[in-house]
């Protein structure tokens, strides 16, 4: 009889032993479940904070460059620029350009005439005019030279003082080699890398 008792014992300390193994290594997975899910949240919430102080620093970008395109039309509304001599007293005579947003500008009078901006040269292959017929006035768009060069254009309308139309002029913001631009959205949260997606589904590396 004191056989059987201590078998009976033995099978009872045995599944106890079971159970609480058993109940350790549930405990042990809920508990890892709880972190990972944790890390994960707070991966997601860093990577949200980081996306709106970039789409901040990008949006502010923009605010700047439309400011600079606004000083420009000012500019060529005043009639204060000499015919013909009209970018060259820019950049000799006025600080507009030293904010250093816009990479180049275009603009195409209404009379026809169009004034070409020399920087263009280091960007586009031919005439900046190719691209003014897929701009929307007041509004950023992308647009690609197809041979993988990818600009940001803003299309606005040059008005004189009286209220009559002069023209139009284009900003252009490159994607691809814009030092400043790059390096405000990196700055803005601190990472190596950022993408810019498009609605058309285009991506962008910086």
Same mark, same amino acid.
């Given at each position: 009889?004191?056989?059987?008792?201590?078998?009976?014992?033995?099978?009872?300390?045995?599944?106890?032993?079971?159970?609480?193994?058993?109940?350790?290594?549930?405990?042990?997975?809920?508990?890892?479940?709880?972190?990972?899910?944790?890390?994960?949240?707070?991966?997601?919430?860093?990577?949200?904070?980081?996306?709106?102080?970039?789409?901040?620093?990008?949006?502010?970008?923009?605010?700047?460059?439309?400011?600079?395109?606004?000083?420009?039309?000012?500019?060529?509304?005043?009639? %204060?620029?000499? *015919?013909?001599?009209? /970018?060259? =007293?820019?950049?000799?005579?006025?600080?507009? !350009?030293?904010? @250093? #947003?816009? &990479?180049?500008?275009?603009?195409?009078?209404?009379?026809?005439?169009?004034?070409?901006?020399?920087?263009?040269?280091?960007?586009?292959? %031919?005439?900046? *005019?190719?691209?003014? /017929?897929? =701009?929307?006035?007041?509004?950023?768009?992308? !647009?690609?030279? @197809? #041979?993988? &060069?990818?600009?940001?254009?803003?299309?606005?309308?040059?008005?004189?003082?009286?209220?009559?139309?002069?023209?139009?002029?284009?900003?252009?913001?490159?994607?691809?080699?814009?030092?400043?631009?790059?390096?405000?959205?990196?700055?803005?949260?601190?990472?190596?890398?950022?993408?810019?997606?498009?609605?058309?589904?285009?991506?962008?590396?910086?």
């Amino acid at each position: 009889m004191p056989v059987e008792k201590e078998s009976l014992e033995q099978r009872f300390k045995k599944r106890l032993r079971v159970f609480f193994t058993l109940g350790f290594i549930i405990l042990s997975c809920l508990v890892i479940a709880w972190d990972f899910t944790q890390f994960k949240q707070n991966s997601l919430n860093q990577l949200k904070s980081k996306h709106d102080l970039v789409e901040r620093a990008f949006f502010t970008y923009l605010q700047k460059a439309e400011f600079e395109i606004s000083g420009i039309a000012q500019l060529f509304a005043s009639s %204060g620029l000499p *015919s013909g001599r009209e /970018m060259k =007293s820019l950049f000799s005579s006025h600080d507009t !350009f030293l904010l @250093g #947003v816009i &990479d180049f500008i275009h603009i195409e009078r209404e009379d026809g005439f169009s004034i070409e901006d020399p920087r263009s040269q280091l960007y586009l292959d %031919g005439s900046a *005019s190719v691209y003014d /017929m897929f =701009s929307k006035i007041g509004k950023w768009q992308v !647009f690609t030279t @197809g #041979v993988s &060069d990818y600009f940001l254009v803003f299309k606005k309308e040059i008005v004189s003082l009286q209220g009559r139309n002069l023209g139009y002029i284009y900003g252009f913001i490159s994607l691809n080699n814009n030092f400043v631009f790059a390096h405000s959205l990196l700055k803005s949260a601190s990472v190596d890398g950022v993408s810019l997606l498009t609605n058309q589904g285009g991506r962008f590396l910086m």
